[in-house]
């Protein structure tokens, strides 16, 4: 059985928001409060990164059945090495779950599933699998899923003005070609949309190092809701909440 919708109308729901509303063309999740929600239930942290890869499952797919073009989730950030041995294991294991289910169960979706991060951090099993699913889901033509895996912005930026750098000594591109639109072109979602919107439950009010050149112009939705509790009626309300927003990008 398919996960995904072939499209946006196999879902009344989500057709009928899109009906009603603008939506999103790309739509980016940073997906915290795992630790505080197994916490409050006297559970390790790892059982809180077990249920927020449910969440993760049912909001990608609800995603792509309202017509999210583009979804960008946080997965795991260049930061998040420090943590107990534990609680890197376990997320390793639930990455490497989705992502054996994706590449075996998920053939007739037609979500493409993109990474976004360092992918030489990770297992050279992991790797072979993330570079699997990136090569089986190529050639569909719906939501482009990028994971976020060993991914900070900052890094991201580094590595793009390196790449320059080596670009313009090796004659490739001039100096005067670096402009906004090219120094895009160097980071991990080149060819891709800015995200419109970013949702980030927990209530925090913080970034993250989470697509800082990308989010100039993002709309942020902050709401007060573990990722583990939220839902699609909370990514409704986000959506919602964009609709009402009046985006001037600097102009009046
Ligand atoms: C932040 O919450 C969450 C993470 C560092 C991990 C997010 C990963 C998942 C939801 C699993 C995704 C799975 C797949 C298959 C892509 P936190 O641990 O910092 O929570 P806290 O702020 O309450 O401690």
């Given at each position: 059985m398919a996960l995904f919708g072939k499209n946006k109308k196999d879902n009344a729901a989500g057709a009928a928001l899109a009906e009603e509303i603008v939506l999103p063309k790309h739509v980016g999740i940073i997906m915290d409060g795992n630790g505080r929600w197994a916490k409050n239930r006297g559970l390790p942290r790892k059982a809180g990164h077990r249920e927020g890869a449910q969440v993760f499952r049912t909001i990608t797919r609800y995603a792509s059945e309202v017509g999210i073009r583009y979804l960008t989730v946080?997965?795991?950030?260049?930061?998040?090495?420090?943590?107990p041995e534990d609680e890197v294991g376990a997320l390793m294991g639930l990455f490497k779950s989705y992502l054996k289910e994706a590449l075996e169960d998920?053939?007739?979706?037609?979500i493409v599933v993109r990474f976004i991060g360092?992918?030489?951090?990770?297992?050279p099993e992991l790797q072979k699998l993330m570079t699997e699913n990136e090569e089986s889901s190529a050639?569909?033509?719906g939501m482009v899923l990028n994971i976020a895996m060993n991914y900070g912005s900052r890094d991201e930026i580094v590595r793009a003005v390196k790449s320059i750098c080596a670009d313009v000594k090796s004659g490739?591109?001039?100096?005067?070609?670096?402009?906004e639109q090219l120094f895009s072109d160097?980071?991990?979602?080149?060819?891709q949309p800015d995200p419109d919107l970013i949702i980030r439950p927990s209530g925090e009010y913080r970034?993250?190092?989470?697509?800082l050149w990308q989010s100039a112009y993002t709309e942020f939705v902050i709401m007060n809701k573990l990722w583990p509790d939220f839902t699609k009626a909370d990514f409704d309300e986000a959506l919602r909440l964009y609709a009402q927003r009046n985006r001037r990008y600097g102009g009046v």
């Open positions: 946080y997965a795991f950030s260049t930061e998040n090495w420090k943590r998920f053939k007739d979706d037609d360092e992918k030489s951090g990770f297992s050639y569909r033509d490739r591109i001039g100096e005067s070609d670096i402009s160097y980071l991990y979602t080149a060819g970034i993250s190092n989470f697509m």
